[in-house]
């Protein structure tokens, strides 16, 4: 059983910074592509990141390029995304999911965890 938990959200001043993790269990990390996407009040769901399973291929949404980073380790099958210079434009609730491609919209994937809130406010 596929089952993905996202941790490490809060509330943060603009220029702060967070890290998200994303544990999966039900599944390997080469196995499948893991997602990080995002959701702001009246808004579409948007993709944030993704690495890719077996090559690790990472990818970026251009919003987030530069203070980003999306990393995995294999060996906590937990897939993490690092956030600095937050500003208030990245609240949202953040989801990681997989079963998806990289690059695809957010409803062709299959697994979701539940959402962390990250809020970014002085």
């Known amino acids: 059983q596929v089952q993905l938990v996202e941790s490490g959200g809060g509330l943060v001043q603009p220029g702060g910074s967070l890290r998200l993790s994303c544990a999966a269990s039900?599944?390997?990390?080469?196995?499948?592509?893991i997602g990080w996407f995002r959701q702001a009040p009246g808004k579409e769901r948007e993709g944030v990141s993704c690495?890719?399973?077996?090559?690790?291929?990472?990818y970026y949404g251009d919003s987030v390029k530069g203070r980003f980073t999306i990393s995995r380790d294999n060996a906590k099958n937990t897939v993490y995304l690092q956030m600095n210079s937050l500003k208030p434009e990245d609240t949202a609730v953040y989801y990681c999911?997989?079963?998806?491609?990289?690059?695809?919209?957010?409803?062709?994937?299959?697994?979701w965890g539940q959402g962390t809130q990250v809020t970014v406010s002085s």
């Open positions: 039900g599944f390997t990390l080469n196995s499948y592509a």
């Open positions: 690495i890719s399973g077996s090559a690790g291929d990472i």
């Open positions: 999911a997989a079963g998806g491609l990289c690059g695809s919209v957010w409803y062709l994937w299959s697994y």
